[in-house]
């Protein structure tokens, strides 16, 4: 399956709400820490309402850490940066894809960028800095999970 992680996040209420995201969607959510709030921070929940309760999430206390885990899990890491090497449209993803997202304030190190099998970038509008982490993410997410078939079936089938 798809899984979602997020290097560092900044701000509680993007993390909520791809954290809801996840849940709905049967998607894990990687945390990379040191994070920009506490998780248990009341923003980050209620962003997150409910649906947090009912998300995998798991946290990382570091990149290498995760890095660690990814390498034993044999996943491939996929960057989502505005600066990526081909239009998220364009690339294939696979089933067991780990899909990338950078700090809001800072996308990430250079040490991610050197850890990342590919990245990927969503095509925009020219003198634009770059779309909100939680929107870019869920674009991301939801073209990897239509071309792998990681969608659920609606409900009653």
């Not at 894990?28 to 923003?43: K, M, Q, T």
């Not at 309760?53 to 990149?63: G, L, Q, S």
């Not at 304030?105 to 509008?125: K, L, M, R, W």
Request: aromatic share 8%; hydrophobic share 45%; net charge negative.
């Amino acid at each position: 399956m798809i899984r979602l992680a997020l290097f560092q996040p900044d701000i509680p209420q993007n993390t909520g709400t791809l954290a809801r995201l996840c849940a709905c969607l049967g998607v894990a959510l990687d945390i990379i820490e040191p994070a920009g709030f506490d998780v248990s921070d009341r923003n980050f929940r209620r962003a997150g309402m409910d649906y947090v309760e009912r998300a995998t999430i798991a946290r990382h206390d570091t990149f290498a850490a995760f890095e660690t885990w990814r390498k034993t899990q044999a996943r491939r890491l996929v960057l989502v940066e505005t600066d990526g090497a081909a239009a998220y449209t364009d690339f294939s993803f696979r089933a067991g894809d780990i899909l990338l997202a950078g700090r809001e304030s800072a996308g990430v190190t250079q040490e991610v960028y050197a850890a990342a099998d590919a990245s990927v970038f969503i095509p925009q509008a020219p003198g634009l800095r770059s779309i909100n982490v939680a929107a870019a993410s869920a674009m991301v997410l939801g073209e990897a999970l239509r071309q792998t078939g990681g969608f659920r079936p609606p409900h009653g089938d």
